[in-house]
């Protein structure tokens, strides 16, 4: 299986930021690591090894990023609009650095964007952000109101990364078209505590038109062997 390490000097981050590829051609996907993980965990996990086929066969090409939770949401020292634009520049680093390099090494114009558990948070938020960028979410596990890091703190940074906040107001009609052709993936356990976040997220979308499949899982399902799991029946599309 092709391995590739990339390390460069972030000028929207103003730090280093380290990223692994998996796999040779494909689909692109864009892998976010778990709370203020990094980006090796997936590979620590198994997650690799759990995809080896379609990676191996060119079906696939993960590009595992780095986090910068804990100097943003996490960042509990902060004050909330420190925290949320610490974000805003985090998913300028993805969209102007990293979406550029996955480009230039894979030419397939569709793109999956996939995490577990604040992954799916950043999932889900930079999938709904750009829909001109990516074509199918795979969340899981997730919760999707950022405002439970900000004490219910709210402003214009927050609400613009707070999916259960801008879905409701989308109105103009390129980007609810762009939105309506996502397929979206929302998978998580049944006694998972983070469980209704996933069903608040999904009515949110089906109340703006945008399809999506919420399937919940016996049990509570928030762990590795579950996302192995999760991953390996999803990552192609529904089932």
Not at 27 to 44: I, M
Request: aromatic share 14%.
């Amino acid at each position: 299986m092709n391995r590739e390490y990339h390390k460069w000097h972030s000028p929207s981050l103003n730090r280093d930021m380290e990223m692994l590829v998996f796999g040779h051609a494909g689909a692109r996907c864009l892998v976010f690591p778990t709370s203020k993980g990094k980006y090796y965990e997936w590979e620590d996990r198994g997650m690799m090894n759990t995809l080896s086929e379609p990676l191996e066969r060119g079906w696939l090409q993960m590009f595992c990023v780095d986090s910068v939770d804990e100097e943003s949401w996490y960042a509990h020292w902060a004050h909330p609009s420190g925290r949320a634009l610490r974000h805003v520049q985090y998913d300028n680093y993805l969209v102007n650095e990293v979406l550029p390099l996955t480009r230039a090494k894979n030419s397939n114009p569709f793109m999956i964007v996939t995490g577990a558990s604040f992954g799916a948070y950043h999932a889900m938020t930079f999938g709904l952000k750009h829909p001109d960028q990516v074509g199918r979410i795979l969340a899981m596990s997730g919760m999707y109101d950022i405002r439970r890091f900000t004490g219910g703190y709210s402003d214009d940074n927050v609400y613009f990364n707070n999916p259960v906040q801008f879905i409701p107001n989308e109105y103009e009609a390129s980007r609810l078209g762009l939105l309506r052709n996502l397929d979206i993936i929302i998978a998580t356990g049944r006694e998972d505590r983070l469980t209704p976040s996933s069903r608040e997220m999904s009515g949110l979308l089906w109340n703006k038109g945008i399809g999506n499949a919420l399937r919940e899982w016996d049990g509570w399902a928030h762990d590795w062997p579950y996302w192995q799991q999760m991953i390996t029946k999803y990552i192609s599309g529904h089932d």
